[in-house]
């Protein structure tokens, strides 16, 4: 069973930062991270969960919804099994439960939540205008 567990959300002001930890555990994940491609999606009150990011297996390629391209980014450290989402300027339209989900049967990141087999509980985002 793969377990993923979300940190680092609050409340910043428009125009500032967040990073966003996703840190996995589990045997099976555990041992084979690598073999993971990975994502991060958001839902604010009454809306459909939305993807934000994705990074493949090895890292080297990454997609972003268009509403968070250049002021958000996705990386991965394999070493210690976590991805991170560096949130660099925050808009009051980025309030939302963040959630991290992993997938091991594709190689890039797709963007529908049923694509994805594990997902993290989330963590809350709120952004004072």
């Known amino acids: 069973q793969v377990q993923l567990v979300e940190s680092g959300g609050g409340l910043a002001r428009a125009g500032g930062s967040l990073r966003l930890s996703c840190r996995a555990s589990g045997r099976t994940l555990g041992y084979n991270f690598g073999l993971y491609t990975m994502a991060w999606f958001r839902q604010a009150p009454g809306e459909e969960r939305e993807f934000v990011a994705g990074i493949n297996q090895s890292g080297g390629r990454t997609d972003y919804t268009d509403s968070v391209k250049g002021r958000f980014s996705i990386s991965r450290d394999h070493d210690q099994n976590v991805i991170w989402l560096h949130m660099h300027i925050l808009n009051p339209e980025d309030a939302a439960l963040y959630y991290c989900?992993?997938?091991?049967?594709?190689?890039?990141?797709?963007?529908?939540?049923?694509?994805?087999?594990?997902w993290g509980q989330g963590t809350r985002v709120a952004v004072s205008s």
């Open positions: 989900a992993a997938e091991p049967t594709i190689t890039v990141p797709a963007r529908l939540p049923t694509d994805y087999q594990y």
